[in-house]
T-cell receptor
Framework: EAGVAQSPRYKIIEKRQSVAFWCNPI?????LYWYQQILGQGPKLLIQ????????DSQLPKDRFSAERLKGVDSTLKIQPAKLEDSAVYLC?????????????FGDGTRLSIL | AQSVAQPEDQVNVAEGNPLTVKCTYS??????LFWYVQYPNRGLQFLLK????DNLVKGSYGFEAEFNKSQTSFHLKKPSALVSDSALYFC??????????WGAGTKLIIKP
């Protein structure tokens, strides 16, 4: 079974530029998550999709962050414009459903550095 | 309020010795608890979970975790540590909205 795929692995941009990350979940997984992980901290949920619908985006800074999962499969997370505090690793995870006993499967993340 | 605590920022263990990484939780209903491991420059990997049933849960790579309801703890254990176990370990609790509440992480260092 192929895992969660994310690209790019690394990205360096200057503040106020825009950036996009891509995630392809495990085949058949209906639930997709985007997390932000700042160095030395646990992941922070940004947005959760169930198929192509948003379940929770309460912690997504909507003035600069956006995400979509148009066909209910792969997903894109965008930051525009980027700020210095956005430097972090952006993790994508998926699970078969959003049931309470379902573990989440993570990709290797995109490490974003803002100059 | 639901929460997860990992009281130790770092745990140091000699190779071959048993290891324990501590996790405590607070939840009003039945807890759904998870342990994940993160190696450098990698995503989080699922190790094991407690949903119900036996208090001793076995997981990947020889790890196990002991659920203790009276102490509201879910400590991760391994009988004999390997240098390759050195990584960052996260405990997580599923909340009432099915989101994961994450601990701050514990860095495990296994010394040869």
């Amino acid at each position: 079974e192929a895992g969660v795929a994310q690209s790019p692995r690394y990205k360096i941009i200057e503040k106020r530029q825009s950036v996009a990350f891509w995630c392809n979940p495990i085949s058949g997984h209906a639930t997709l998550y985007w997390y932000q992980q700042i160095l030395g901290q646990g992941p922070k949920l940004l947005i959760q999709f169930q198929n192509n619908g948003v379940v929770d985006d309460s912690q997504l800074p909507k003035d600069r962050f956006s995400a979509e999962r148009l066909k209910g499969v792969d997903s894109t997370l965008k930051i525009q414009p980027a700020k210095l505090e956005d430097s972090a690793v952006y993790l994508c995870a998926s699970s078969p459903t959003q049931g309470p006993n379902q573990p989440q499967h993570f990709g290797d993340g995109t490490r974003l550095s803002i100059l | 309020a639901q929460s997860v605590a990992q009281p130790e920022d770092q745990v140091n263990v000699a190779e071959g010795n048993p290891l324990t990484v501590k996790c405590t939780y607070s939840v009003s209903g039945n807890p759904y608890l998870f342990w994940y491991v993160q190696y450098p420059n990698r995503g989080l990997q699922f190790l094991l979970k407690y949903i119900t049933g036996d208090n001793l849960v076995k997981g990947s790579y020889g790890f196990e975790a002991e659920f203790n309801k009276s102490q509201t703890s879910f400590h991760l254990k391994k009988p004999s540590a390997l240098v390759s176990d050195s990584a960052l370990y996260f405990c997580a609790l599923r909340d009432s909205n099915y989101q994961l509440i994450w601990g701050a992480g514990t860095k495990l260092i296994i010394k040869p």
